[in-house]
């Protein structure tokens, strides 16, 4: 199982580039979600997903487009780099909530992204 | 329940147990998690604890909820060099947005041989 795969793993942008982060999973998991992780802020969510064609704004979503035309992909878009948008990037996904157990997410590797 | 504090360093000698601890301000909380991330690679689930619950074992890893005091612990009984990684706590909810986690800022385990 491939799991959660995130591409690129590296990526480095000037100021005022765009680019789109790609996220797909092969779990059939209905909700998908990122976050960017900064030295001692920990992780804190963009946007997030709970199925095709739904998309909600997380606690940091300035500066970032998702969209979810599929189950599987989960794109996000920087929409106009900024140096303070150089960080780690991790997608991730869970299925169902069902039985009382909520499921657990599941990460991929991540994008190391520097704007310079 | 946004606010999930961690103390973010920790040492110990190989052999020796580890206790991370996390606090918690929500106690509608239902679910707890621990995550752990290695050098250059995602969050991989360690282990949870349903907010019924007050203890939980596998094999060296043992989660402490005290519910009273909104405390989780995770104890990892005879640690490894290759316990070395960052630790994420997070929280979740019943009935919340599908899957949507809260994480505190990782705890940093290190250990000495």
């Known amino acids: 199982n491939a799991g959660v795969t995130q591409t690129p793993k590296f990526q480095v942008l000037k100021t005022g580039q765009s680019m789109t982060l790609q996220c797909a999973q092969d779990?059939?998991?209905?909700?998908m979600s990122w976050y960017r992780q900064d030295p001692g802020m920990g992780l804190r969510l963009i946007h997030y997903s709970v199925g095709a064609g739904i998309t909600d704004q997380g606690e940091v979503p300035n500066g970032y487009n998702v969209s979810r035309s599929t189950t599987e992909d989960f794109p996000l878009r920087l929409l106009s780099a900024a140096p303070s948008q150089t960080s780690v990037y991790f997608c991730?996904?869970?299925?169902?909530?069902?039985?009382?157990?909520?499921?657990?997410?599941?990460f991929g590797n991540g994008t190391r992204l520097t704007v310079t | 329940g946004e606010d999930v504090e961690q103390s973010l360093f920790l040492s110990v000698r190989e052999g020796d147990s580890s206790v991370i601890n996390c606090t918690y301000t929500d106690s509608s909380s239902t679910y707890l998690y621990w995550y752990k991330q290695e050098p250059g690679a995602g969050l991989q689930l360690l282990t949870y604890?349903?907010?019924?619950?007050d203890m939980k074992q596998d094999q060296r890893l043992t989660v402490l909820l005290n519910k009273k005091d909104k405390h989780l612990s995770l104890r990892i009984a005879d640690t490894q060099t290759g316990d070395s990684a960052i630790y994420f706590c997070?929280?979740?909810?019943?009935?919340?947005?599908?899957?949507?986690?809260?994480f505190g800022r990782g705890t940093q385990l290190t250990v000495w041989p």
């Open positions: 779990m059939n998991h209905e909700y």
């Open positions: 604890i349903f907010s019924n619950m």
């Open positions: 997070a929280e979740g909810y019943r009935g919340s947005t599908l899957g949507r986690l809260y």
């Open positions: 991730a996904s869970s299925g169902s909530f069902a039985g009382g157990q909520n499921s657990p997410l599941h």
